[in-house]
């Protein structure tokens, strides 16, 4: 993935905040509102105390004072809305960006998601976009209205007196210098502190949803030293990032201390020099100091934050700004035009370029024909299925669907003409109909029970506590492998494809009920072109093709009695499966 600058996430996140424009107006409107009556009501506090010096209690002293009132009421309630306003635009935001980073990952390449742990893109859903949206909270709540309170202070000292003013000018940049110092710091070690969450996060998804192999392998001990050792680099990145930003507050708080002791011995000597500055305006001078200052320290604290924010977001904005796989087909295949003659014309490929798995492949699959594809593991199968379907581009060479290239079509339209059952099961959370029904949302119910019918899943089903209506929690935990794998099986049978790709289907389900699938899978692939990936050879042997693969090359194809008599590959594999099954 493309590695962002600060400053590119900064535009990024400028952009997308911007596509919220009435909830940014409001939320300018009120930073506006709640600056200016901040700056305003030092002038009043100055305007009371000059009256009380000068007059004592007066209509005008009590004129100012409700004026006061006022505005502290005023800036109560726009402080308080302000907050809500940031939060709508900011979960809004953060929203509309979960949003789309789930849609981008159903965009990219099957190769960018195999490169990826699942921890490591849960983390940047979840704990990245969070932390996220809790810097941006502070920057609304602090940094804007912190920055505009500087400039509006400045402004107002100016006012007042310029010589006072020129030297906080002067003395105040320090603050920022330490900031800066520390935040540059803070930032590469906030970068680390993110990258080490994400591979803790991946651990920890491990560990639970690999709970039964990592105890059959008494792999508890390797695991949880290595979740050790994720915990120690992040617990470690993570103590040195915020020491360092923790410096920032103190050092700040410090060296405004100081110039607000000195501004005060400044003012407090002009006034006994007779200059024409009042105790009230020292007064109210020494506040817009504070209302000048106090932001920085605000800022300096919130630049830890961003700092964090930004690695956060330089991840989840990583991924946005990830290649598509782009779509090269025009025209939409429909299911009338297929018949299922399938040709592979010199294909090469290769998950890494530099080493070709499959070279210069050729073979000619007729309509109708159920093919078997068999060879030891690595010899690239699934490879084949993965072309087959294009979930990976080819090298060279090109793929024909009834005498026409497969990349002349939509990808969405030419996977609508396969039905595929994997080894591994999926099962979302949601009802058995929802599972069965996942490839055709408009299925009734009546066509849902004959799919599981006829994968012989009707019987276990039945006698789930609501049948059909039984919720499955946690991708179907509750059922075994092979009830699982069935209910996947019947989602192929509603879908009804015009192309089948078994990819070793029945390899979780027991023996007798494999016969009973095998059945119905021969009622399924009539009249359709079908791929088979078995790892039990007994199930294959009345295959029309069978291909042995070797290496990424087919060696062998035939029937089971062609290739039986050549002695060959297969003729060794079926004397080995034999042995071993004794």
């Known amino acids: 993935m493309k590695r962002q600058t600060a400053n590119q ?28 009556l901040s700056i305003y009501l030092p002038i009043l506090i100055g305007q009371v105390i000059d009256q009380v010096l000068v007059s004592g209690s007066s209509p005008v002293f009590w004129q100012i004072f409700i004026q006061m009132i006022m505005v502290v009421i005023g800036n109560t309630l726009v402080q308080w809305a302000n907050p809500l306003l940031y939060n709508r635009l900011i979960f809004s935001y953060t929203r509309d960006l979960r949003e789309r980073i789930i849609h981008k990952l159903h965009c990219l390449p099957i190769a960018f998601v195999d490169r990826q742990g699942s921890g490591e893109m849960v983390s940047r859903v979840t704990t990245d976009i969070e932390q996220l949206a809790a810097g941006l909270t502070m920057i609304f709540n602090q940094f804007f209205i912190g920055v505009l309170m500087i400039l509006v202070s400045i402004l107002a000292m100016l006012q007042i007196h310029l010589l006072m003013t020129l030297l906080v000018l002067l003395l105040t940049p320090l603050s920022m210098v330490i900031s800066r110092f520390i935040a540059k710091r803070s930032y590469h070690l906030f970068q680390k502190q993110t990258e080490t969450r994400g591979i803790q996060t991946q651990l920890i998804e491990e560990s639970l949803s690999q709970q039964t192999i990592i105890q059959s392998f008494n792999a ?64 109210t001078f020494l506040n817009y100091v504070q209302q000048y200052t106090k932001p920085f320290n605000d800022i300096s604290s919130v630049l830890a934050e961003l700092q964090s924010a930004l690695a956060c977001a330089e991840r989840v904005y990583a991924v946005l700004e990830s290649t598509e796989v782009a779509e090269t087909g025009k025209e ?6 297929v018949k299922g003659a399938i040709s592979f014309k010199h294909v090469s490929f290769g998950y890494n370029p530099e080493r070709i798995l499959i070279k210069d492949l050729s073979i000619d699959i007729p309509a109708g024909s159920k093919v078997a594809i068999v060879g030891p593991t690595g010899a690239g199968k699934s490879t084949l299925i993965n072309l087959l379907m294009r979930f990976y581009p080819i090298n060279s060479g090109d793929i024909l669907l009834d005498g026409r290239s497969i990349y002349n079509y939509t990808r969405a339209s030419l996977r609508q003409q396969f039905g595929m059952v994997l080894q591994e099961t999926w099962l979302k959370q949601g009802t058995v109909h929802d ?15 004959a799919a599981a019918k006829a994968a012989n899943a009707d019987f276990f089903i039945q006698q789930l506590p609501q049948g059909y209506d039984t919720k499955l929690e946690n991708a179907g935990e509750s059922l075994s492998v092979g009830q699982a794998q069935l209910l996947t099986i019947a989602r192929v049978f509603l879908a009804i ?35 088979i990936i078995a790892h039990r050879l007994s199930t294959i042997q009345d295959a029309d093709l069978i291909l042995v693969l070797v290496d990424g090359d087919i ?20 004397k080995a499966s034999a042995f071993s099954s004794e």
């Open 9 to 36: 996430t900064l535009k990024r996140l400028a952009i997308d905040l911007a596509s919220h424009p009435f909830l940014l107006f409001l939320a300018f409107l009120g930073t506006i509102a709640q600056v200016g």
């Open 435 to 449: 599972n069965i029904a996942f490839g055709n949302p408009d299925a009734s119910r009546e066509q849902v029970i």
């Open 497 to 531: 494809p015009k192309i089948l790709i078994l990819d070793e289907a029945t390899s979780s389900i027991d023996t007798r009920t494999e016969v009973l699938v095998q059945d119905a899978f021969a009622k399924l692939m009539k009249g359709r072109t079908s791929f």
């Open 332 to 337: 939409i295949l429909t299911s009338d035009q």
């Open 555 to 574: 060696v062998e194809h035939g029937n089971h009695q062609d290739l039986m008599t050549r002695k060959g590959k297969y003729y060794q594999m079926q």
């Open 220 to 283: 508890q001990t390797e695991f949880i030293q290595r979740l050790h050792e994720a915990n120690a680099n992040y617990a470690g990145y993570s103590q040195s990032a915020i020491f360092y930003s923790s410096t920032v507050n103190p050092s700040t708080r410090f060296v405004n201390a100081l110039i607000y002791a000195l501004l005060a011995g400044v003012g407090a000597y002009r006034i006994m020099m007779g200059s024409t500055l009042t105790i009230g305006r020292l007064v």
